[in-house]
C-alpha cells in the first residue's frame, strides 16, 4: 500500500505493508534514524514522535494510520538555518543528553509542550514527559533544559589551559540533539542479513536439535553450537564458560539457542516453534539456598558446589573485638536481580573484509571484545576489528559480549554484511543482571561510638555463568566494611552459579548491595547511642592517613568526612522540616536517611593500563586518539578538556578519534570508574608528550604559550615568539600511559588492591503513605570527592543519574525471569519518581590522577538505597531488610511492626 | 502477510468482519502483543470510521465513541460526574499513550488492571456492540466476560460507551495505586459516583480494579453509604467485609493480602475526596 503523508513540513510518500510500525517506516525506509526504538511497546518513549501535533510512540502507529497525517521528528528540529533550535541547544548547555538514546524523544515531547506552554513549571514537564525513560541522566537537567529554554546561555567555550574545570558543553553532543549520532542499530548496511536468535525457554534443560534442512533452504544460514570455532566466551582469560550457542545444554531462560541468518522478514516470520529443537526440561536450581543445598544439582558440571569464587579481607581480631564492644547491631539483608534496562538495546553488525572481520557494534569496550571474538572465531586478535558505535547506554551490561560473535561467524561465513539488533525481551532476558545478594553484617563499636569490629558475609547469586562475578566476589570484601576506619575486620564474600541469568557488572559490582547492610548497621549503633546518625559516620570516616581493612594507608584524597561536613547543614533542615510535618500530619510521615560509601577506583589489584596518542597533523589538525568509549558519561569531553590543558592548545580545537581498536590504543573498558582517573591520566601524559615536543622544537620554555591556526603553530615564551610551519614539521604526535599502581592481596586479603578511593554521602528525605505502603522520594543532597570535577556539569550528571538507579535499586526494580522481561513489568524510575538532586562536589586532590580527579561513574548510585531506606526507618521504624522495598513489602513490614507493638514483643 | 483494511464507514467494518481479522484501534495494546515478529494477522483498522469518534450527549446521557482517545476524553467538556473517568484519564501510561489508547479499546483488552473498567462501572456504563444481526446495549459487566475476555463475537465491534445521565447531581472520583509516578499499572484501583440529595448520599457506586479477574462492583459497601450524610466520616463506613467480591492474587506488583489491606484504605480516600 502506498501512504501519503506530510513529513516533518514536507510531501512524503511511503509503501509497503500497512502495519508496518511508523517508527520501523522511520528508520528503515526512510531513512531517518532519529528516532530511537527501545522496546516496539510503548514503554519507554524513545520513539516519540508528533503525530498531528501531539507527541505519540510511533512504535504503536500502523503506516496505515498515517495517511493524510503530518509527522513530526527530530529531524525536524532546527532554526531553519542549519542551526539548533534553543530548546536543543538548551540541552546542550545543561547536559541534559548522556548517552542520548532518549534525546529524540525528550525532545520531542517537549516541543509539544512548549507549543502549548512557553514557560512550563517543573510539575508541567514532569507531565509531558512523563512518558520518556532516560537510564543515564537522573532526569534532572532534563527538566532543568525544558524549564529554561528562554533564558538559557551557550556555555562559552574556555580558552586555551582552562579547559579542565570548566563546564564545556559535551563535544559529541550536537549529534545527540538533533538525531543524527549513530547506535548500533542506526548504521547497518542496506545489503545486510539479519539474524534472530531462538533462545531457550527453559531455566535448565537437556535439547536436541532437529532436522534443520528444510529451514536451512528457505534461510541463509542456521547457525548452531557446531558452527562455532570454540564455543566459550567470557572476561577472564582463564573462564570461557558461557557458550555463544548452546550445546545441547541450556542453563538459563533466555541463552541463545539457534541463530536463523536471512532478509530481515524472512527470519522475523519464523517462529521459534518451526525451529526443530526437542527440549527435555530439568529441574532448575534457583536461588542461593538451592544453588548452596548439600545435595545441590551442579549448574555446570566441573563447578564443585556450584561455587564461582570466594575471597576474605582480615584484619586484627574480629571475633575476640566484639567481646569489647558497648553496642553491636546485625542484620541480614536481601537483594534482587536488577536489569541495567540502557533504552538501547543490544546492536551490531559485522563484515568481512579480506581475511579481517569488522565488527560495528554498542560496547564499552572495544579491545576486551576484540580480544574475545578473536578467541571465538580462532583468529588473531589483529584480524578483528571493533568499530563502537555510539552507545545508547551500559551500565556494565555492554562489557560481555552480546551480539558480536553471532554477527562475526555469520559475516564470516557467508561474506556478508550480518546485522542482529536484540528486541527488548530478549535484551532482557539474555543480558547480565546486577547480582542478588545475601549480606550477613555485624558490626560493634565502643561506648563513644567508635567502630571496632565487623563481620560481613556477602554471598552473591551469580547466574548461570561466571561473566564478572568474580569481580564482584573480590571487591565486595574489600568494600563491606564501608567508608571507615575499623580496626578489626572479617569480610567474606562469595558467589554461586544458579540456573539465573548471568549476574554480572553493573554500576558498582556489589558494592551497593553490601553497602545497604553497613549503612543500616551504622544507623543501628549510631541509634543504639543516641548519637546523630551523620556525626556516627564523622567519627569513623577514614581519613587520609588513616589505614583500611586491606592494609593500605590512604595517603591522600580521602574526603569523607568533608562531605559529611557538607551535608550538615542540610541535614539538620531536614530534620526540623520532617519534625515539623509530622507533628501535622497522620497518614503520611517523613523521615531523613543518610547513606555513604567508597569506591576503589579501576580493577581490584590487576593492571588495567591505558594508553592514549595526542597527535598533531602537518595541515594542523590537533587529534586525540582516545580508546576510551564514551557510553553517555562523557569520556570523550573529560579527555579532551584534559588533553587540551595539557598540550596548552583550547579545547575547541581537538579533533577526537574515539573508540575504534584500528585507530586508537587500548584504553581499557569503560566500567569501574576508571576513565577519567586512568584514561584521564593517559591522556594527561600523551598531551604533555606532545607539548615537550612542541616546545623542544620552539627551544622554548615549559611556561610557553602556544596557538594554532591552520597548519601555523605560535609559541610565545615571554618576549620570544616562534611560529611553526607544520607542514614541513610532518606529524608529531604524543603519547601517554597510565597503569593505576596496585598490588595482589595476600591470603588474608592484604595489599593495595586500588591506588585511590572516590568518597561519598547523600542523604534523601521521604514521605511514606503509611497506609499503602508507597514511597515518595522528596530531596535527595549528594556531597561527593572526586578529587577534581574535569567538568562540574559532566560529574553532576553522573551523580544524578546514578542517584536514579539507585533509588530504582531501593524503591521498585526486580528483576524475575519470565516475568519482567520487558519494561512494562520491570520497572525503572521515571521523571516523576527522581527528586530534585542537589550536588555538591568535594575536590580532595587525588596527586595520582589528572589534575588531582578521581572518578565518579559509580559511586553516585552506591550511598543512595541505604540513604532512602534509612529514611523510610526515620520515617516508620522499619528497617528493610529486602529490596525492592514494593509497596506490598512495606506496608506489609509497618504491619507487622505496628501488631509487634501492639502486643508489647518489641520496643 | 495479512490484510489490512481500513474502512471509513462501519457497515464496511461489519462485512469485513465476517471473515475473523483482529481490530486495531489506538494500537496500544495491539503493538506491544506484537513485539519482535512479523505481524500477519489480517488486520481490520478502525480508526477511519467517522462515528466511531467524538463524544455527545441527550438527555439521557452521554455517548463516548469507541475510538474516543484518553486525551480527548480529558480535553471534553464534562460534567462533574467524569471527573474520575478524567482522573483515570491523565494516569493511563504516558502523554503518548494517553494520545493515541482509546476508551473502547480499553475495555476490549479485557485487562484486570484497565483502569477504565472501573471507572465505567461506576458510572454504570452501558457498552453498545454493532454486528451483523444489529446493534445491542450490554451492562459493562456482561460486557467483560473473564480475564481478556469479552462477550464480542468474532464479527462484532464496539461502537460506543453509554454514561447514563443521573438524575441528581452527581460526582465521582478515581484513585490509582501504583510502583512509580508515569508509565505504570495499577496493583490496585478504585472509582466511585456519588449521587447527592440534601446533602447526602443518595446512592453510591464503586468498583475495584486489578484485585480479581474482571474489576468488581462493592454492593454492602454501596448499601452501606446509601443516606449517609457526605461529610468526612462518609470514608469510616469503609470495612474490610465490604471486599467480598473481590478475589486478590499474589503477583509481581504486589500480594494478595496487601491488596485486600490497601483497597481498604484507597476507598477511604476516595470517599475522603469525594466528600470534600
Ligand atoms: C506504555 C503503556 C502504558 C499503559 N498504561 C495503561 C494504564 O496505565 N492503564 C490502562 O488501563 N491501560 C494502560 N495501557 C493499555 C492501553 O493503553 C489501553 O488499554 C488502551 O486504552 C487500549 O486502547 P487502544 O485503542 O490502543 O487499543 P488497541 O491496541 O488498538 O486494541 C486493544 C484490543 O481491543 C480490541 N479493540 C479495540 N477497539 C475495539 C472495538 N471498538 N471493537 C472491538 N474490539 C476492539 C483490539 O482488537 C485489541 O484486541 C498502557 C499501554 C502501554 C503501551
Ligand atoms: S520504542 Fe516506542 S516506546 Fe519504546
Ligand atoms: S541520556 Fe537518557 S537514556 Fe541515556
Redesign the pocket.
Known amino acids: 500500500m502506498k501512504v501519503a503523508f506530510t513529513l516533518n513540513g514536507r510531501v512524503a510518500e511511503w509503501s509497503g505493508p500497512p502495519v508496518t510500525r511508523l517508527a520501523a517506516a522511520l528508520r528503515d525506509d526512510l531513512d531517518l534514524t532519529g528516532t530511537k526504538v527501545g522496546c516496539d511497546?510503548?514503554?519507554c518513549g524513545a520513539c516519540t514522535v508528533l503525530l498531528d501535533g501531539r507527541q505519540t510512540c510511533s512504535c504503536?502507529v500502523a503506516m496505515g494510520q498515517v495517511e493524510g497525517r503530518r509527522v513530526e521528528t527530530v529531524e525536524s528540529l532546527g532554526d531553519g538555518n542549519g542551526g539548533l533550535t534553543s530548546l536543543q541547544k538548551s540541552f546542550l548547555a545543561h547536559g541534559a543528553a548522556q548517552c542520548g538514546i532518549c534525546t529524540s524523544g525528550m525532545l520531542m515531547a517537549a516541543v509539544e509542550l512548549l507549543r502549548r506552554n512557553a514557560r512550563p513549571c517543573r510539575a508541567e514537564v514532569e507531565d509531558a514527559l512523563g512518558g520518556v525513560l532516560c537510564r543515564c541522566t537522573g532526569y534532572s537537567k532534563i527538566v532543568d533544559a525544558v524549564m529554561s529554554v528562554s533564558t538559557s546561555m551557550p556555555i562559552a567555550a574556555p580558552p586555551a589551559g582552562a579547559a579542565v574545570g570548566a563546564r564545556l558543553q559535551r563535544v559529541d553532543g550536537v549529534p545527540k540533539v538533533t538525531g543524527r549520532d549513530l547506535f548500533g542499530a542506526d548504521a547497518v548496511p542496506a545489503d545486510a542479513l539479519w539474524i534472530r536468535v531462538v533462545r531457550s525457554p527453559h531455566a535448565r534443560a537437556r535439547f536436541e536439535l532437529g532436522d534443520l534442512a528444510p529451514l536451512r533452504r528457505r534461510l541463509a544460514a542456521v547457525l548452531t553450537a557446531a558452527d562455532v570455532p570454540f564455543n566459550g566466551f567470557g572476561i577472564y582469560p582463564d573462564i570461557k564458560d558461557q557458550p555463544v550457542l548452546a550445546d545441547g545444554q541450556v542453563r538459563y531462560r533466555g541463552e541463545a539457542v539457534v541463530a536463523l541468518v536471512g532478509e530481515r522478514a524472512q527470519v522475523l516470520a519464523i517462529r521459534d516453534e518451526e525451529v526443530p529443537i526437542a527440549w527435555t526440561p530439568e529441574a532448575p536450581v534457583f536461588g542461593l539456598d538451592a544453588a548452596t543445598a548439600p545435595d545441590a544439582v551442579l549448574v555446570q558440571a566441573d563447578k564443585p558446589e556450584n561455587l564461582l569464587l570466594n575471597g576474605v579481607v582480615r584484619r586484627g581480631k574480629a571475633a575476640e573485638a566484639f567481646a569489647a564492644c558497648a553496642a553491636v547491631a546485625e542484620g541480614l539483608f536481601e537483594t534482587a536481580f536488577v536489569e541495567h534496562a540502557y533504552i538501547e538495546p543490544e546492536a551490531g553488525w559485522a563484515r568481512r573484509v579480506g581475511d579481517r572481520i569488522e565488527v560495528h557494534v554498542t560496547t564499552q569496550t572495544p579491545y576486551m571484545n576484540r580480544d574475545e571474538v578473536a578467541n571465538v572465531m580462532r583468529l588473531r586478535p589483529e584480524a578483528v576489528r571493533i568499530v563502537p558505535t555510539a552507545c545508547g547506554g551500559g551500565f556494565g551490561g555492554k562489557l560481555d559480549l552480546s551480539v558480536h560473535p553471532l554477527v562475526a561467524l555469520a559475516a564470516w561465513k557467508l561474506d556478508r554484511p550480518v546485522a542482529c539488533v536484540y528486541t527488548r525481551p530478549e535484551s532482557m532476558a539474555a543480558s547480565t543482571k546486577r547480582h542478588p545478594a545475601r549480606v550477613a553484617a555485624r558490626f560493634g563499636c565502643d561506648a563513644e561510638g567508635k567502630l571496632l569490629a565487623c563481620e560481613v558475609t556477602a554471598t552473591f547469586d551469580t547466574g548461570a555463568y561466571a561473566s564478572w562475578g568474580p569481580t564482584v566476589a573480590n571487591r565486595v570484601p574489600v568494600h563491606a566494611m564501608g567508608p571507615y576506619a575499623i580496626p578489626n575486620v572479617r569480610s567474606w564474600g562469595e558467589a554461586f552459579f544458579t540456573n539465573c541469568p548471568p549476574a554480572g557488572a553493573f554500576r558498582g559490582f556489589g558494592v551497593p548491595q553490601a553497602a545497604i547492610a553497613h549503612e543500616a548497621m551504622m544507623d543501628e549503633l549510631a541509634d543504639r547511642l543516641s548519637i546523630d546518625r551523620l556525626e556516627f559516620r564523622h567519627k569513623n570516616a577514614l581519613r587520609a592517613g588513616d589505614t583500611t581493612a586491606t592494609g593500605q594507608t590512604l595517603a591522600h584524597s580521602a574526603g569523607l568526612a568533608q562531605c559529611l561536613d557538607a551535608l550538615r547543614p542540610h541535614w539538620q533542615k531536614a530534620h526540623d522540616d520532617v519534625a515539623a510535618f509530622n507533628a501535622k500530619s497522620g497518614s503520611r510521615r517523613r523521615g531523613v536517611g543518610i547513606g555513604c560509601m567508597w569506591y576503589g577506583i579501576g580493577n581490584t589489584s590487576m593492571s588495567n593500563p591505558s594508553r592514549m596518542r595526542v597527535g598533531l597533523s602537518p595541515a594542523g589538525t590537533l587529534t586525540l586518539y582516545s580508546g576510551a568509549v564514551d557510553i553517555g558519561q562523557g569520556s570523550n569531553t573529560i579527555m579532551t578538556q584534559i588533553a587540551a590543558d595539557a598540550v596548552g592548545l583550547p579545547a575547541a580545537q581537538v579533533a577526537l578519534v574515539a573508540g575504534d581498536t584500528d585507530l586508537t590504543a587500548d584504553a581499557g573498558k569503560t566500567s569501574a570508574s576508571r576513565q577519567t582517573f586512568v584514561s584521564g591520566m593517559a591522556a594527561e601524559r600523551a598531551g604533555r608528550d606532545l607539548r615537550q615536543q612542541i616546545l623542544r622544537l620552539a627551544n622554548a620554555g615549559p611556561d610557553a604559550e602556544l596557538s594554532l591556526e591552520g597548519a601555523r603553530l605560535t609559541v610565545r615564551d615571554g618576549d620570544a615568539v616562534r611560529s611553526i610551519d607544520l607542514a614541513s614539521a610532518g606529524t608529531l604526535m604524543g603519547e601517554g600511559t597510565f597503569d593505576p599502581p596496585t598490588t595482589p592481596l595476600d591470603a588474608d586479603g592484604q595489599g593495595v588492591p586500588y591506588a585511590t578511593y572516590a568518597f561519598a554521602a547523600q542523604m534523601a528525605t521521604v514521605e511514606v503513605d503509611i497506609g499503602l505502603g508507597t514511597v515518595k522520594v522528596l530531596r535527595i543532597v549528594a556531597a561527593h570527592d572526586v578529587g577534581k570535577a574535569i567538568n562540574p556539569t559532566l560529574v553532576e550528571g553522573q551523580i544524578q543519574g546514578g542517584i536514579a538507579q539507585g533509588l530504582g535499586l531501593a524503591l521498585m526494580e526486580e528483576y524475575l525471569p519470565g516475568r519482567t522481561e520487558n519494561l512494562?513489568d520491570y520497572l525503572i524510575p521515571t521523571i516523576g519518581d527522581v527528586p530534585e538532586i542537589e550536588c555538591i562536589l568535594i575536590e580532595d586532590r587525588e596527586p595520582l590522577g589528572p589534575s588531582g580527579a578521581k572518578g565518579v561513574g559509580e559511586p553516585g548510585l552506591v550511598p543512595t538505597a541505604p540513604a532512602i531506606l534509612g529514611a523510610v526507618h526515620h520515617a516508620t521504624g522499619v528497617r528493610a531488610t529486602r529490596v525492592p522495598l514494593l509497596p506490598h513489602r512495606l506496608r506489609e513490614a509497618i504491619v507487622a511492626a505496628g501488631q509487634e507493638k501492639t502486643t508489647g514483643k518489641r520496643t | 502477510m495479512g490484510a489490512y483494511l481500513r474502512p471509513r464507514r462501519l457497515e464496511d467494518a461489519l462485512t469485513a468482519l465476517a471473515q475473523p481479522h483482529?481490530?486495531?484501534?489506538?494500537?496500544?495494546?495491539?503493538y506491544?502483543a506484537r513485539v519482535g515478529r512479523a505481524i500477519d494477522e489480517d488486520v481490520l483498522d478502525?480508526g477511519g470510521i467517522a462515528v466511531?469518534r467524538g463524544i455527545s450527549a441527550d438527555a439521557s446521557g452521554w455517548r463516548l465513541g469507541?475510538?474516543t482517545t484518553?486525551s480527548e476524553l480529558l480535553e471534553a467538556d464534562l460534567p462533574p460526574l467524569f471527573d474520575g473517568l478524567k482522573q483515570a484519564a491523565r494516569?493511563?501510561?504516558g502523554r503518548q499513550?494517553q494520545n493515541?489508547?482509546?476508551?473502547?479499546?480499553?475495555l476490549?483488552?479485557a485487562?484486570p488492571?484497565?483502569?477504565?473498567v472501573p471507572c465505567l462501572l461506576a458510572l454504570d456504563a452501558e457498552i453498545e456492540v454493532a454486528g451483523p444481526a444489529g446493534r445491542r446495549l450490554l451492562p459493562l459487566r456482561q460486557f467483560i466476560t473473564g480475564v481478556r475476555r469479552t462477550a464480542?463475537a468474532q464479527a462484532e465491534?464496539?461502537?460506543a460507551i453509554h454514561v447514563p445521565k443521573p438524575d441528581r447531581e452527581a460526582r465521582s472520583a478515581f484513585l490509582k495505586l501504583g510502583t512509580r509516578r508515569y508509565?505504570?499499572?495499577?496493583i490496585a484501583m478504585a472509582a466511585a459516583t456519588i449521587e447527592i440529595a440534601d446533602g447526602r448520599v443518595a446512592s453510591a457506586r464503586l468498583a475495584v480494579g486489578a484485585c480479581s479477574p474482571v474489576a468488581e462492583r462493592l454492593p454492602a459497601l454501596e448499601a452501606a453509604l446509601a443516606g449517609a450524610p457526605l461529610d468526612t466520616r462518609l470514608a469510616d463506613r469503609v470495612e474490610p467485609a465490604h471486599l467480598a467480591p473481590l478475589s486478590p492474587i499474589d503477583d509481581v506488583r504486589g500480594s494478595a493480602a496487601y491488596r485486600s489491606d490497601a483497597v481498604v484504605t484507597v476507598l477511604r480516600r476516595l470517599l475522603q475526596d469525594l466528600a470534600a
Not at chain 2, 493515541?100 to 480499553?106: Q, R
Open positions: 511497546a510503548g514503554d504503536l512494562h | 483482529v481490530v486495531l484501534a489506538g494500537g496500544t495494546d495491539f506491544p478502525i466511531l469507541a475510538t484518553w494516569e493511563v501510561g499513550i493515541a489508547g482509546t476508551l473502547a479499546g480499553n476490549c483488552n485487562s488492571a484497565a483502569d477504565g464480542l465491534l464496539v461502537v508509565l505504570v499499572i495499577s
